[in-house]
């Protein structure tokens, strides 16, 4: 199958095609020029999207990479022959800190629409990691300076902006809750109701409409098989850590151990 026919094969819409298309433009670039080369973000469904193209056409040196581990929203780096994928961390992707005045209170949507607001587009912003003093942003290197020079308001609060390390980053998340309990399967459905405590059928639907993210993918498959390390995320609810399976209760449920964030 030719590239354009894998292309069609994959993609779901114009806007599929087009991320597809500008994936392999990076890659091609690497390999014809011999320099790294990055895309912008992609959600995790495009992230996954890129993955399966990648595999069926045996292509090499490449990572999905967002800062966090957790992050839901990643690009991808792809390296020349010279140099190791983990050497262009550093200068793929930036980190903003957004600090807040301790009486504001500022949600997600407020960074992100203030953002929006300036006319920045969202590929070029990455997840936006709330907490105590205000967010960190992750963002590409090509609107840094602007970010800097205009962002100063969110969600009509005044803020104040600088660059750290990306060692420095605070994802907003404390010390998870650890969750054990007994289930009879270890389908995604399954595992999500439990951890969540909702209903199977409210869990499928989560999984219907995009919001689980497995290992930073989503994961649109109800009965997928949760293994133990795995992570999870659940727009809207929060995030886990499927610790382990830890044996099997007398009427044969498996129990585990998780650690739930949120």
Same mark, same amino acid.
């Given at each position: ?5 894998l ?32 895309t912008k ?17 045996k ?16 690009i991808c780096?792809?390296a020349?022959?010279y140099?190791e ?7 793929a992707?930036?980190?903003?800190r ?15 629409g203030?953002l929006?607001?300036?006319?920045? %587009? ?7 990691? %709330?907490? =105590? ?13 602007f ?10 609060? =005044?803020?104040? %902006? ?49 919001r689980f993210?497995?290992?930073?993918? =989503? ?8 293994? =133990?390390g795995?992570?999870?995320n ?19 449920k498996?129990?585990?151990?998780a650690e739930?964030?949120?």
């Open positions: 199958m030719d590239k354009r026919s292309i069609a094969s994959l993609a779901q819409n114009d806007e599929d095609v087009a991320v597809l298309r500008s994936f392999l433009d990076k890659e091609q670039a690497r390999s014809t020029k011999n320099i790294p080369t990055f973000f992609l959600t995790p469904a495009q992230a996954g999207m890129c993955e399966n193209l990648a595999r069926k056409l292509i090499t040196d490449y990572a999905f990479f967002g800062i966090d581990e957790e992050a839901e929203r990643k780096i792809f020349p022959d140099l994928v983990d050497d262009l961390k550093e200068e992707l930036v980190l903003i957004c600090t807040k005045s301790p009486k504001d209170s500022l949600t997600h949507r407020d960074y992100l203030s929006m607001g300036l006319g920045i %587009v969202r590929e070029t912003v990455g997840d936006i990691f %709330v907490h =105590e003093n205000g967010a960190d942003i992750v963002v590409l290197p090509e609107i840094k300076d970010i800097l020079t205009h962002f100063s308001r969110a969600g009509r609060k =005044e803020i104040s %902006v600088e660059v750290i390390t990306h060692s420095e980053i605070n994802t907003g998340l404390s010390q998870g809750v650890i969750k054990t309990g007994s289930i009879s399967s270890l389908r995604a459905d399954c595992v999500i109701a439990e951890i969540w405590g909702m209903s199977r059928t409210l869990s499928k639907e989560a999984i219907d409409q995009g993210i497995l290992n930073g993918y =989503e994961c649109k498959k109800p009965d997928k098989e949760i293994a =133990e795995d992570k999870l659940l727009r809207g609810k929060g995030k886990a850590h499927f610790i382990e399976i830890t044996g099997t209760s007398k009427k044969g498996l129990r585990y151990k739930k964030f949120g």
